[in-house]
C-alpha cells in the first residue's frame, strides 16, 4: 500500500503541476483512500482544489492536513492565503498570527497578515506588519502598494505618495499605483502631478474601472482648471 500512496500523490504532483487539477484531485483521493493519516496528502489535495477555484474543499484539506500534523507551518501558511482568497479576514488573520507568532516570521506571513488587518480596517497594525514585509524582501511591490494604502487610508497622504512611488519605481507599468499616487497626490494639491499619473494611468490600465476613475479626475481637473 505505502508504495502505491507514493505512486498516486506523485502522478497527482505531475498533473497539477500541469493544470489537470481534476485529475490530480482523484489521484490524491485515491492515495487519501489508502493512506487517511498523511497530512501531505491532505495539503496537495488543498493546492490542487485552491488552484480549481474550490476554495472551501482546499480550506477544509489544509484544516484536516493541520489536525493530522500541527507542526507543519505550511499547511497554515496554505490555509490562511486561500482564507484570504475567500475574504475571510478574520480567519486569514488568525492564522498568519499564528506563522508570526511560532517564528515563521517571513515576509508572506507579514503580508498576509497585514493584508487581513487592511481589509478589517486595522490600519495601524497593517502598517506595522506591511513594513515587516519590506524589511524582510524590499522589493516586495505588492507590501509597498498595501502600506500605501493603509497610510491613505490614515490621511498620511506624504507616506501614501512616496510608498506609491516606490512602486512605480520597481513596476513603471503598475496602473493602479499611478491612479493611487494621483489620488493622493490631489489631496497634497498637487494638481499637475497628478495629473500626469491619471494620463499615465490610462496608457496601460486594461481595466475599465481603473480607467474610468483616472477620466474622472483628469475631468474634474480640467473643469477646476484657472
Given at each position: 500500500?505505502?508504495?502505491?500512496?507514493?505512486?498516486?500523490?506523485?502522478?497527482?504532483?505531475?498533473?497539477?503541476?500541469?493544470?489537470?487539477?481534476?485529475?490530480?484531485?482523484?489521484?490524491?483521493?485515491?492515495?487519501?483512500?489508502?493512506?487517511?493519516?498523511?497530512?501531505?496528502?491532505?495539503?496537495?489535495?488543498?493546492?490542487?482544489?485552491?488552484?480549481?477555484?474550490?476554495?472551501?474543499?482546499?480550506?477544509?484539506?489544509?484544516?484536516?492536513?493541520?489536525?493530522?500534523?500541527?507542526?507543519?507551518?505550511?499547511?497554515?501558511?496554505?490555509?490562511?492565503?486561500?482564507?484570504?482568497?475567500?475574504?475571510?479576514?478574520?480567519?486569514?488573520?488568525?492564522?498568519?498570527?499564528?506563522?508570526?507568532?511560532?517564528?515563521?516570521?517571513?515576509?508572506?506571513?507579514?503580508?498576509?497578515?497585514?493584508?487581513?488587518?487592511?481589509?478589517?480596517?486595522?490600519?495601524?497594525?497593517?502598517?506595522?506588519?506591511?513594513?515587516r514585509a519590506i524589511e524582510l524582501d524590499p522589493r516586495r511591490s505588492?507590501?509597498?502598494?498595501?502600506?500605501?494604502?493603509?497610510?491613505?487610508?490614515?490621511?498620511?497622504?506624504?507616506?501614501?505618495?512616496?510608498?506609491?512611488?516606490?512602486?512605480?519605481?520597481?513596476?513603471?507599468?503598475?496602473?493602479?499605483?499611478?491612479?493611487?499616487?494621483?489620488?493622493?497626490?490631489?489631496?497634497?494639491?498637487?494638481?499637475?502631478?497628478?495629473?500626469?499619473?491619471?494620463?499615465?494611468?490610462?496608457?496601460?490600465?486594461?481595466?475599465?474601472?481603473?480607467?474610468?476613475?483616472?477620466?474622472?479626475?483628469?475631468?474634474?481637473l480640467v473643469e477646476h482648471a484657472p
Amino acid at each position: 500500500a505505502p508504495a502505491f500512496v507514493a505512486a498516486y500523490n506523485s502522478r497527482g504532483l505531475v498533473r497539477a503541476e500541469r493544470g489537470a487539477y481534476a485529475d490530480a484531485i482523484a489521484d490524491y483521493e485515491r492515495a487519501i483512500a489508502l493512506d487517511a493519516t498523511n497530512a501531505f496528502l491532505f495539503n496537495n489535495r488543498g493546492i490542487a482544489r485552491r488552484a480549481a477555484k474550490d476554495l472551501e474543499g482546499a480550506v477544509s484539506d489544509f484544516s484536516k492536513a493541520i489536525a493530522l500534523d500541527g507542526t507543519e507551518l505550511m499547511f497554515v501558511q496554505n490555509r490562511g492565503a486561500t482564507h484570504l482568497e475567500r475574504r475571510q479576514y478574520a480567519e486569514a488573520r488568525a492564522d498568519f498570527t499564528t506563522l508570526v507568532d511560532r517564528g515563521h516570521s517571513i515576509a508572506a506571513a507579514h503580508f498576509g497578515r497585514a493584508t487581513a488587518h487592511l481589509e478589517l480596517s486595522a490600519l495601524a497594525e497593517a502598517v506595522a506588519d506591511f513594513s515587516r514585509a519590506i524589511e524582510l524582501d524590499p522589493r516586495r511591490s505588492d507590501a509597498l502598494f498595501g502600506r500605501a494604502r493603509a497610510y491613505f487610508g490614515r490621511s498620511e497622504f506624504e507616506q501614501a505618495a512616496a510608498d506609491f512611488g516606490r512602486v512605480v519605481a520597481l513596476e513603471p507599468k503598475h496602473a493602479a499605483a499611478h491612479l493611487h499616487r494621483g489620488i493622493t497626490l490631489l489631496r497634497l494639491g498637487k494638481k499637475s502631478e497628478a495629473a500626469a499619473d491619471f494620463r499615465r494611468c490610462l496608457t496601460l490600465s486594461p481595466r475599465e474601472k481603473e480607467r474610468i476613475a483616472a477620466e474622472k479626475n483628469l475631468a474634474t481637473l480640467v473643469e477646476h482648471a484657472p
